[in-house]
Nanobody, 126 residues
Framework: QVQLVESGGGLVQAGGSLRLSCAAS????????MGWFRQAPGKEREFVAA????????TTADSVKGRFAISRDNAKNTVYLQMNSLKPEDTAVYYC???????????????????WGQGTQLTVSS
């Protein structure tokens, strides 16, 4: 089992940058595929980015491609989401998710993740 705690959210102006962090408990973090999802008010939770257990395979949603990047540091039990060129439509609660899985394939569906953090709010002002 793993517990996830997101941090780094806040208020930022459009065009700005921010990095989210997700710290995981437990000794087997390197066995987990990780993902970032977001949910805006009145909308469904949507995929943002994912990384496989080793970090050599990543993918991002088309809506953030070229602006967001996911990475992980298995020594620190942490996954990151670097967000650049932020837009007001990026405003949402951002969730970190984990699934114990050593497949080389990244996972993009919420149901594929077993563990979730509580979320961190990102607000981008215009």
């Amino acid at each position: 089992q793993v517990q996830l705690v997101e941090s780094g959210g806040g208020l930022v102006q459009a065009g700005g940058s921010l990095r989210l962090s997700c710290a995981a408990s437990g000794r087997t973090f390197s066995s987990y595929a990780m993902g970032w999802f977001r949910q805006a008010p009145g909308k469904e939770r949507e995929f943002v980015a994912a990384i496989n257990w080793s970090g050599d395979s990543t993918t991002t949603a088309d809506s953030v491609k070229g602006r967001f990047a996911i990475s992980r540091d298995n020594a620190k039990n942490t996954v990151y989401l670097q967000m650049n060129s932020l837009k007001p439509e990026d405003t949402a609660v951002y969730y970190c998710a984990a699934d114990q899985n050593r497949s080389p394939v990244v996972r993009m569906r919420p149901y594929q993740y077993e563990y979730w953090g509580q979320g961190t709010q990102l607000t981008v002002s215009s």
